[in-house]
């Protein structure tokens, strides 16, 4: 491996689906661990349009017990058990971020930048990424486990009227955090030849 300290940080960040109680560090702690990564995140003419909402213990539990119903309807009856086990394996952590962006943000840089209007909506999809990177990376630095989720949109009305998240807030993801419980599976790559074009 090249002995660089970010690559190393981003080897160690995986997804880590057996999650529980056991961190170290405490409510505040994590809050402000995944509020200075979202800060420090990079987004286009710094915007900023990335949001979180933080939820720890049963605020975190809820959002699920939201997603499992919101999916109930959805979801065939007999393969309802594998989902409601897989949702019951994120509540199992210590808390779950949301992650949103902030619309308003991005239609007031559409019209401050016409020029760049098309472009503006992808940018803000870049932000987010970007966001749920940096965050991801810092719990996995403490040695916090976590996932990426996409239950959006089929929990964003739930979750909205349960937190009164703001109107121009979209949910872009969910990432449920906890202890590490589980080992990691082995991550396989694709052959260089076929991701990368070198000139010199």
Same mark, same amino acid.
């Given at each position: 491996?090249?002995d ?15 999650l529980?109680?056991?961190v170290?560090l405490?409510?505040e702690q994590?809050?402000?661990l995944?509020k200075?990564a979202?800060?420090q995140a990079?987004s286009s #003419? ?5 949001r ?10 809820? #959002?699920w017990?939201l997603?499992?119903?919101?999916l109930?309807?959805l979801?065939p ?7 409601e086990n897989?949702l019951? =394996?994120?509540a199992?952590?210590v808390?779950?971020v949301?992650?949103?962006?902030d ?6 840089l559409?019209e ?7 472009n503006?909506?992808?940018w803000?999809?870049?932000?987010t990424?970007?966001?749920?990177f ?7 630095e403490?040695?916090?486990?976590? =996932? ?5 949109p ?13 109107a =121009?807030w ?6 449920p955090?906890?202890?590490?419980e589980?080992?990691f599976?082995?991550k396989?790559?694709?052959n260089?030849?076929?991701r990368?074009l070198i000139?010199?």
């Open positions: 491996m090249i660089n300290s970010a690559i190393k940080l981003f080897t160690k960040r995986r997804s880590q689906y057996v529980g109680k056991n170290e405490s409510q994590l809050t402000q995944i200075e979202v800060r990079p #003419f710094n915007s900023q349009s990335s979180a909402v933080i939820l720890f213990g049963e605020q975190s539990d809820k #959002f017990e997603t499992k119903e919101a109930r309807p979801v009856a007999e393969a309802f058990s594998a989902t897989k019951k =394996s994120f199992a952590g808390g779950t949301l992650f949103y962006e619309q308003n943000v991005v239609k007031g559409q401050q930048f016409p020029l760049y209007a098309d503006f909506p992808v803000s999809e870049h932000s990424a970007i966001a749920q940096a965050v991801w990376t810092a719990l996995a403490a040695n916090v486990g976590a =996932s990426l989720q996409h239950y959006n089929v929990v964003d009305e739930a979750a909205a009227k349960e937190w009164s998240i703001p =121009s979209v949910l872009r993801a969910q990432m955090f906890g202890s590490n589980g080992e599976g082995t396989e790559f694709m260089d030849d076929e990368f000139f010199s």
